[in-house]
């Protein structure tokens, strides 16, 4: 999907949209379900030892964070709303160093994680993440901060579905290196996000410049 919002009429449309009591209440209900799910997978991988379940706990932390900062700046102005979506962007391309640079720290140390934890907590956060997306899916083509509140919740459903993937290629190799591969994989997944959001929200602010320098000219 393109990072670009329309020149015309989408900040309108994106503002009433924004304003609207159903997308407010998603937004709470998919901030309370991603902090939840932290708490769980959190646990989870320190007891399985499975990076990708620590890489996907942050993901939700993130989301978390991210659904909070969407919730403050609903209605706001154009340039708070970019501004808002490109701390939330850098925020997930830092996370997908954090976990990439961990990626390749617990590579040299090979600890074969627990398959089981990874596959029944990896279908736990799976459905809580379809079901966010789902919510969410009517939004996503709205501005640069209404639209990496979907990018990440897209991300995270995929990022699901690789971890029960690397829960049945660890239980049929007994390696750790399914884990480590989904792992550095949902780390690429963060940073193409971030880019992306980044970049809308670079785009927003600068036409919000060009449109604010064209008001004062023709004053």
Do not use: H
Not at 180 to 197: D, T
């Amino acid at each position: 999907m393109g990072a670009s919002c329309c020149d015309s009429g989408c900040g309108t449309a994106a503002k009433a949209a924004a304003l609207d009591p159903v997308y407010r209440r998603v937004l709470w209900a998919a901030l309370i379900v991603n902090a939840a799910m932290f708490a769980v997978e959190i646990a989870a991988g320190v007891a399985a030892g499975s990076m990708a379940l620590k890489a996907d706990a942050l993901d939700f932390l993130s989301d978390a964070a991210n659904y909070g900062i969407s919730l403050m700046v609903l209605g706001s102005a154009v340039a708070l709303r970019a501004k808002a979506a490109l701390v939330k962007g850098l925020s997930l391309g830092a996370v997908g160093l954090f976990v990439a640079g961990n990626t390749a720290w617990n590579a040299l140390v090979l600890k074969v994680p627990s398959a089981e934890v990874m596959g029944v907590v990896g279908l736990l956060a799976l459905a809580a993440n379809v079901g966010v997306a789902a919510m969410l899916y009517a939004w996503r083509r709205g501005d640069a901060n209404m639209r990496s509140v979907w990018i990440c919740s897209r991300n995270d459903a995929i990022g699901n579905v690789a971890v029960v993937l690397a829960a049945i290629g660890v239980f049929g190799t007994g390696t750790a290196w399914p884990d480590l591969v989904v792992a550095a994989i949902m780390a690429g997944l963060a940073l193409s996000g971030a880019v992306q959001i980044v970049r809308q929200s670079l785009a927003e602010l600068a036409r919000d410049r060009r449109i604010a320098g064209a008001e004062l000219a023709a004053e």
